[in-house]
T-cell receptor
Framework: GQSLEQPSEVTAVEGAIVQINCTYQTSGFYGLSWYQQHDGGAPTFLSYNGLDGLEETGRFSSFLSRSDSYGYLLLQELQMKDSASYFCAVSRNSGNTPLVFGKGTRLSVIA | DADVTQTPRNRITKTGKRIMLECSQTKGHDRMYWYRQDPGLGLQLIYYSFDVKDINKGEISDGYSVSRQAQAKFSLSLESAIPNQTALYFC????????????FGPGTRLTVL
């Protein structure tokens, strides 16, 4: 089987930096994705890591270490609108099986 | 117009009733998915379809069935609804060439009394 672990809740201050970790155990690992979901909304794609290293998209960065079965999402210059749930998801078997999602991390940004 | 639409957006029904949730997409994607979301449990895959003739069970398919009527349409049915099927249901699509990017519909909030 497969499993993903991420913290259930994180709280951070506006303007600060926060890191949301994701560890996984799965066969046929292919890549790690991150999705954002605001309350009452649908999940939206944020980033994908297929190779080790850091991918940067504006204030958001995502990191992957295949050897450690570990990744993280880094949010910089936090804004109140970043308060949301963040899900990591693993793809397997070259994308020929569906994504498996973690249970999500609820991020609360406080003033 | 939204690329992935779901109808209805909200539904309240009674135990034992048959319910159909519909999903349509204009993205031209071959792959479609149905997920269930309960608080604290993330997104659980119910069924998925990689093309019109392909239907596969996900991790929680018991009590559900699906129909892929066309490339653009994928419906989810609850043959005899029960209260523990009360949840938020999402449809999603992805392109064969970029399977890690899924596009979600707005969701259907289903309450079974």
């Amino acid at each position: 089987g497969q499993s993903l672990e991420q913290p259930s809740e994180v709280t951070a201050v506006e303007g600060a930096i926060v890191q949301i970790n994701c560890t996984y155990q799965t066969s046929g690992f292919y890549g790690l994705s991150w999705y954002q979901q605001h309350d009452g909304g649908a999940p939206t794609f944020l980033s994908y890591n297929g190779l080790d290293g850091l991918e940067e998209t504006g204030r958001f960065s995502s990191f992957l270490s295949r050897s450690d079965s570990y990744g993280y999402l880094l949010l910089q210059e936090l804004q109140m609108k970043d308060s949301a749930s963040y899900f990591c998801a693993v793809s397997r078997n070259s994308g020929n099986t569906p994504l498996v999602f973690g249970k999500g991390t609820r991020l609360s940004v406080i003033a | 117009d939204a690329d992935v639409t779901q109808t209805p957006r909200n539904r309240i029904t009674k135990t034992g009733k048959r319910i159909m949730l519909e999903c349509s997409q204009t993205k031209g994607h071959d792959r479609m998915y149905w997920y269930r979301q309960d608080p604290g449990l993330g997104l659980q895959l119910i069924y998925y379809s990689f093309d019109v003739k392909d239907i596969n069970k996900g991790e929680i398919s018991d009590g559900y069935s699906v129909s892929r009527q066309a490339q653009a349409k994928f419906s989810l049915s609850l043959e005899s609804a029960i209260p523990n099927q009360t949840a938020l249901y999402f449809c999603a699509t992805s392109d064969l060439r970029d399977t890690d990017t899924q596009y979600f519909g707005p969701g259907t909030r289903l309450t079974v009394l």
